[in-house]
């Protein structure tokens, strides 16, 4: 293949994919309950585990893909990815489905951390600020296509096709990466740090477990008090690990840079606010309103439309602009989104009521997302770059994964507290609980950006300075912040 376009294509096919299988679930779901008789929990942990498998994962899969090779693991996250959907849309019952999308998500891993080295690696000038600007739109594509697409496949032919889909975009992924794509390696001295790893991967699990249990079960039962002990000492287990390690994950050192600190909880907050609830919007315009899976998705377009439309303005307005105000102006519009739910949505609302309340939400999503990682890069050392951009979309990731449990556990206690007769007052309920949960976690995080966060000048496009490569990208997979800064925004 002669075009040099075709390894952009290669790795946004893949980018697209696995950010559209973050939230083409939502409007499955009332189907898959149904045909797989699911209980609300597992329902969670379809959505969840995912997200869980992507953040525990990603890390490690960076570090691998520069002692790998990134093509290779590339193309390997891509051969995970479709033998996981394949399972996914084959899924017996829930258990299966589970434990498939936890591979999935394991795909999904590799795939993410090797995006940014292999354009890095591919482009160069002008090539690389419109690669990273096509590559940056199909995240902000994925969060409008993904609820629609999802109830096209369900409504027209099965839930299962939003997961079957997969394989033939993942064939054509695989054919052009093949022929286009050029092998890079990172930092080849360097060793994976499979305990940081697997004690991380322990507590975000027990951690998303004890909160899932915690809501179902009680508080002080045992197999709650359980889980919560293991995230606690897999924490531990975590920080003793890192700070032992000659090559970690994660640099602690970091961590203790308020300005660090504060954007790794807004990373976290942000996902956890702005996304997980539109799933129980969804539950709520199918089961109570009676929507077809595709009004369903449309009626949460309004979200994903606003937040493309500022990515792509702002993206031109502030592009040499500071980050920290736009992401804390963005996360401030983010939570008020939902207040504009609690305010609008009673008994006997239908969906226009959530119109207004989704626009302000993308208007923010539009702002903050797009500058996120640049914050980051500006709060860390240049040496720590690659570490910096990788940890903040590990923490986005884990946002969603913890927003699914806690606003979950939320929506189905006021579900469970419905008498006979008043299940829509219930649904309302429970999209009041969590919006008023979201919007005040959001308000939070955009207060503490405003308060701690300090900016260190304009955060264009970075590359690592020399001698940095080995503490730099080679971790994470990441080095600069074009990709957010361009990309309009995506729901993972």
Known sequence: MRS???????????????????????TALPRMADGLHASFTSLQWVLDIYALALAALLMVAGSAADLYGRRRVYLAGLTVFALASLACGLAPDESVLIAA?????????????????????????????????????TSGAAAAVGPVLGGVLTE?????????????VTALAVWITVRSVRESHG????????????????????????????????WTEAG????????????????AVERGARKPLLDLALLRRPSFAVL??????LQAAAFPYLTYVGLWTQNELGLSPVMAGLAVLPMAAASLVVGAVGGRLLHRAAPALPLAVGLLLIGAGPLVHLALLEDGSSWPALVPGLVVS??????????????????APPARAGMASGAVNTFRQLGYALGIAILGTVFARALRGASAGSAGAAYITGLQRVSLIAGVVALVAGLLVLVVVRDRGAAGPQEPGPGAGADQGAEQGAVAGTPER??????S
């Open 4 to 26: 040099k376009w075709w390894p952009l294509a290669a790795i946004t096919l893949g980018n697209f994919m696995l950010l559209v299988d973050v939230t083409i679930v939502n």
């Open 101 to 137: 999308r936890a591979v999935q998500g394991a795909g999904a891993a590799a795939m993410f951390a090797t995006n940014t080295p292999l354009l890095m690696a591919t482009y160069h000038g002008r090539d690389r600020g419109v690669a990273f600007g096509v590559w940056g739109g």
């Open 156 to 168: 027209y032919l099965d839930w299962r096709a939003i997961f079957l889909v997969n394989l033939p």
């Open 187 to 218: 930092d080849r001295t360097a060793r994976i740090d499979w305990p940081g790893a697997a004690s991380f991967t322990v507590c975000a699990g027990a951690l998303t477990y004890g909160l899932m249990r915690g809501g179902e079960e009680g």
């Open 224 to 239: 709650t008090l359980t889980a919560l002990g293991v995230a606690v000492l897999a924490l531990l287990a975590f920080v």
């Open 264 to 269: 790794m909880a807004a990373a976290l907050l």
């Open 362 to 379: 993308g208007l923010g999503v539009g702002l903050a997302m797009p500058v996120l990682v640049a914050a980051a890069l500006g709060a």
């Open 486 to 491: 361009t990309a309009a925004g995506s729901a």
